[in-house]
């Protein structure tokens, strides 16, 4: 019922959401425990990584303590109430239809040739610098953000929450949301955050390579109706490419959306002014235009279908 309430209502931007809460949990312990470390020369690399793991076991556990008390005092007042809740629940969990309505505002800007508000679109759901995007640049990112977060926004927590209610789905999104905001590997995050970054490659290991299998079947079900997908590719570039990130998970789908699509991503990009340098993913089969962000949201969608329908059969043909 959650994954259905996601696909028709989203995240309502005007409304309290958990994982806004989570973030703000995130920034103020962070303030508490490492502070404006700026231009200190006298820093401690290994109290830091304490402090950091301290952070992530208080959030994780703040996290699992009040969506415990959630679930619980629902059902207490009465079953269909904890039913509604842990669907409400596991709709703020899952991402779908928000990554396709602010990737798709990227499509809007630049199918109306308004290249500056495809960037600032964009600035909405990238972390790297957009301003000196080009057209295609920007929509090769846009498409690259549906491709990781079919992973990390949806599928994932799609499979902790089935495996283990939402109390289990927000422990992924409180996982996830720390390495988003402490995990990087910079001056100020590069021992602080170094946990939280481990402990997301840790939880998304085994997700990520089912979401890329997931995506490699919902590949050949568009391409029963749309040749523009090749799943013959997908699957080529997957094995060959599947480890061209920094990270051990995020090239996993967007490797199979790049050889879908016959796509290059990947690549260098600035982050706040700074060069970072990545391998690329997939080979330029053609350019990338607004198109394939439809493209790509459209494989996000199957692949959550492909999921939906994988572990419902699992989870009946246990119960029954």
């Given amino acids: 019922m959650g994954t259905l309430l996601d696909l028709i209502i989203g995240d309502p931007h005007n409304f309290p959401h958990p994982i806004r809460a989570i973030g703000n949990l995130i920034a103020w312990l962070e303030k508490r425990l490492l502070g404006d470390v700026t231009g200190k020369p006298d820093r401690n690399p290994s109290l830091e990584k304490t402090k950091g793991t301290l952070l992530w076991c208080l959030v994780v556990s703040v996290t699992l303590i009040i969506t415990a008390a959630v679930i619980i005092g629902a059902y207490a007042i009465h079953p ?4 509604w809740a842990e669907a409400i629940l596991t709709c703020y969990i899952l991402a779908a239809k928000s990554l396709y309505k602010e990737s798709m505002a990227v499509t809007k800007e630049l199918d109306e040739g308004d290249l500056d508000k495809a960037r600032y679109a964009l600035s909405m759901i990238v972390g790297r610098d957009t301003k000196p995007l080009s057209a295609e ?12 977060n079919t992973s990390d926004g949806v599928i994932a927590p799609f499979l902790y929450t089935a495996i283990g209610g939402p109390i289990l789905g927000f422990f992924y999104k409180a996982v996830n949301t720390m390495d988003s905001m402490i995990g990087y590997k910079n001056e100020k995050y590069e021992n602080f955050g170094r946990f939280a970054a481990k402990a997301d490659d840790v939880f998304n290991f085994i997700p990520s390579r089912l979401s890329a299998i997931f995506m490699i079947a919902g590949t050949f079900i568009l391409s029963i109706f749309d040749k523009t997908y090749s799943p ?5 570039i997957w094995r060959r490419d599947r480890l061209n990130h920094k990270s051990p998970n995020s090239a996993q789908t967007e490797s199979v959306c790049a050889g879908a699509l016959g796509l290059k991503l990947g690549g260098d990009h600035l982050y706040k002014g700074v060069m970072v340098h990545k391998p690329t993913i997939g080979d ?3 350019q990338t235009e607004p198109a394939d962000i439809r493209r790509a949201n459209r494989l996000m969608f199957a692949t959550e279908g492909v999921a939906f329908v994988l572990v419902l059969t699992f989870l009946l043909n246990i119960l029954y």
């Fill in 80 to 83: 269909y109430i904890g039913i």
């Fill in 137 to 148: 640049e920007v929509a090769k990112a846009a498409v690259e953000t549906v491709a990781e």
């Fill in 232 to 236: 013959k590719n997908a699957a080529e």
């Fill in 284 to 286: 330029e089969l053609k």
